[in-house]
Structures are given as structure tokens and as C-alpha cells.
């Protein structure tokens, strides 16, 4: 019986002992009057100084719904000599500890971004606090400051939008890519691959932006629009792709969930197409040391609407559509590899499928490969596409609709 009660009473103090710790909180907890939590920062070189810009929450205008004539976001700014000098200095201008768990958006201005940015990702991947699931940009033919400074509609949070639009362009369009830490820095330290980070425009005067009445408005003078992929050699930016090449980098990457395109009809007009599903495999081999890479893409499409006399239900139409819509990304696929090429950057990371399928080869030519992929590379491309569907109707009305037009003249 004694026994028994000192078991119990064992039991009930180890017991005690686990609730107590499990109780206690997180040792590193912070209080939300005590921070500042920042959801982007813009880099920028400012003469031989880096210029960190941070946006900042103001909790007070996010939890309302009541109308505020302050702002949900503030920018703070500070100067050193080092990416982490710059974050510190910025406890001399906010009034509370800069808090950078919750980033959303590391943004880079274009000047900065061609110096380097190993230094900046260095401190990044160091620092304890720092999560990894925020996205990159660059601030085309802009500074940083001027993309974070931006206030959005419809978000009262500017790098959330930011990051959303990113997430659904990437989605539906496939023009951009959303790249987040660990991506970045496998490509810019692959001795096979190099960098790529999607470009961020300001449209509108970005003076404006940064007042209320540029969210206030139905259609906003300032905006920020995502477009376009820009490209880097080691850990320095090179150059920016257009359209056709950033959609050929994403197929070849298999980025590419959801896209749009257009085949010209035969008689005039076009007829767009919806790519819902796209895989690409390449392969690679090393013969007398030239190097060839073999490009296969699959697609899978729906018509998305027919401008022109185009009759879907015949098989044999349906077919040249599809062989016209595979040459037509073919060619646009070859020339933007060629384009590519030229800039002398592998972002395609065909250096990889090299290395992977002939390694005592790749051993050879490692060292100066952005050369041979500008100057000797074979790259062979080959499309398939299968579309599955016309739309709820096979033949288009607008020969129909042109005709009616014709004789009411």
C-alpha cells in the first residue's frame, strides 16, 4: 500500500515537472509592442554604401476595418557598409527592433543587383531569425526603395501583394517565376546553372505611389507590375529576358503550370490557346568533346477562342492546328535559346545534365562552361501537343457574324 502511494505520488510530480516546461513559453518569445515587423526589404547600393529599406506593419492599421488616414506599412531606411550594418543601423530610425521572421519580399534594385548579391544571401541564410519561404525580385531599371515605398489597393500590405501577384503570375501565366532563397543560391553556386529572379516594374510616377490617394483612386495612377525574368552570371545580374524567352526558360525548367498563346489563322486572325499542362525532359551527352542537349516538351491544351473561319470539328483541322501551334513554339523556343546563349549565362542549367550524363567529360570543361554554352553547345528542340478541347462550341460564328455585317452595307 506504501508502495502504491509513492508510485502516485512519483507520477503526479513528473507530471508537474513536463507541464512546467511545456508551459513556460518559447525562450526567444517576443511581445508584438516590443517589435517591428518588417514584411519586405529593398536593397540598394548608395555610392560604396548599401541602402537597406524596410516596410514596416503598423498592427494598428492592419487589425481595423475602420477608414484611417495613416498608412498600413512604413518605410525605414539606413546606410552601412555591410548588408548587416545596414539592419542594424535601422534600430537608430524605427523605434522598435526590426522583427525579419514574417518577410514576404527581398527586393533588389537593378544597380545594386550588377555589383553582386553573394554578401546579402550570405547574411540571409546565417541569420537564425530569417525564414526562407519570402521571394526574390529585382527592380527593373529602378532602385528598390521606390518599389517598397509603393502603397497597393486592395492589399493593405504592399509585399503581400507583391507576393501574391508574383504566386498567380507564376500560376496562369508563366512569363515570371517566383525564386526563393534555397533556389537562388543551389543555382549561383552550381558550377552547371546559373541564376534567374523575376523582374518588378513601377508603372506611374513612384513619388505618388507613396501617398494614400494613389489607393484611394478606382484605377491607381502608381502601380507595381511583375514582368518579365531577369538573368545572372555567378552571383551578379547580367540581363533581362522578354517574354517568349522567359516562358521558353520556364518550360525548360517544367515552371510552366499555366499559359496562354496564340496561332495566326490561315486567313487572317488568330486563335488562342490555353496551355494547361506542360513537361519538358532533357537530356544531354558529350560526343568528341561537343556537348548536346535534346529538348522534349509535352503540352496538353484547350482552344480558348477562334478569331477567324476556323472549323474544329473537322479531325484534319483540328490536327494542322496542333502541328502549327508545335512549330510555332518550336521556333520560339530555338531563337530564345539562341538569345540565351549569347548572353553567355546558363540558366537553363544544361551544364547539370551534361555533368549528370558524361561526368568525366563535364570534369573538362567545368571550368569554362558559360563559354562553351554561348559558343559550341547543340541544343535540339522538339514539341508535342495534344489539345483536348475546342470549347462548348466547334465552329466559330464570327464568319457568320462578318457576313450579316457585309450585307447591311
Not at 241 to 265: A, H, M
Request: glycine share 6%.
Amino acid at each position: 500500500m506504501v508502495n502504491q502511494l509513492m508510485q502516485k505520488k512519483i507520477k503526479s510530480i513528473c507530471v508537474i515537472i513536463i507541464l512546467t516546461v511545456l508551459l513556460s513559453g518559447c525562450w526567444d518569445a517576443r511581445e508584438l509592442s516590443d517589435i517591428a515587423i518588417a514584411t519586405a526589404l529593398g536593397v540598394d547600393k548608395e555610392g560604396d554604401q548599401i541602402l537597406v529599406s524596410a516596410q514596416i506593419l503598423n498592427p494598428g492599421e492592419i487589425a481595423g476595418n475602420t477608414i484611417s488616414t495613416r498608412t498600413a506599412v512604413s518605410t525605414y531606411q539606413a546606410k552601412g557598409s555591410t548588408f548587416f550594418e545596414a539592419i542594424r543601423k535601422l534600430t537608430t530610425i524605427a523605434p522598435r527592433r526590426i522583427y525579419l521572421a514574417h518577410l514576404r519580399m527581398i527586393i533588389l534594385g537593378e544597380e545594386f543587383a550588377r555589383g553582386g548579391v553573394a554578401d546579402v544571401l550570405d547574411f540571409i541564410s546565417r541569420d537564425h531569425e530569417m525564414r526562407t519561404d519570402f521571394n526574390f525580385a529585382i527592380a527593373r531599371e529602378n532602385t528598390a526603395e521606390n518599389v517598397v515605398q509603393v502603397l497597393t489597393p486592395l492589399e493593405k500590405i504592399p509585399a503581400n501583394k507583391i507576393f501574391g501577384n508574383l504566386q498567380a503570375a507564376e500560376e496562369s501565366w508563366a512569363g515570371v517565376s517566383a525564386v526563393k532563397l534555397d533556389e537562388l543560391i543551389a543555382s549561383m553556386t552550381s558550377k552547371g546553372k546559373e541564376a534567374s529572379v523575376t523582374g518588378l516594374w513601377v508603372i506611374g510616377d513612384p513619388e505618388f505611389g507613396t501617398q494614400l490617394e494613389n489607393v484611394e483612386a478606382s484605377l491607381s495612377p502608381t502601380e507595381i507590375k511583375t514582368d518579365f525574368i531577369g538573368v545572372f552570371k555567378n552571383d551578379r545580374f547580367v540581363d533581362w529576358l522578354n517574354e517568349e524567352q522567359s516562358k521558353t526558360l520556364n518550360r525548360i525548367k517544367n515552371k510552366v503550370k499555366n499559359t496562354i498563346s496564340w496561332v495566326p489563322c490561315d486567313d487572317g486572325g488568330k486563335v488562342a490557346i490555353e496551355v494547361f499542362k506542360t513537361h519538358a525532359n532533357v537530356s544531354g551527352s558529350m560526343k568528341k568533346g561537343i556537348p548536346k542537349i535534346n529538348v522534349d516538351v509535352k503540352s496538353e491544351a484547350n482552344v480558348g477562342d477562334v478569331a477567324c473561319a476556323l472549323n474544329l470539328t473537322k479531325p484534319k483541322e483540328l490536327r494542322k492546328l496542333e502541328s502549327k501551334f508545335e512549330k510555332s513554339i518550336e521556333e520560339e523556343m530555338k531563337t530564345s535559346i539562341k538569345k540565351i546563349q549569347e548572353m553567355g549565362t546558363d540558366v537553363f542549367g544544361f551544364g547539370e545534365v551534361i555533368h549528370r550524363a558524361s561526368p568525366k567529360e563535364w570534369k573538362k570543361v567545368k571550368g569554362q562552361w558559360n563559354e562553351i554554352f554561348a559558343n559550341e553547345l547543340e541544343v535540339k528542340v522538339n514539341v508535342k501537343i495534344k489539345i483536348r478541347r475546342t470549347g462548348t462550341i466547334n465552329q466559330s460564328f464570327l464568319k457568320e457574324i462578318e457576313e450579316k455585317r457585309k450585307q447591311g452595307e
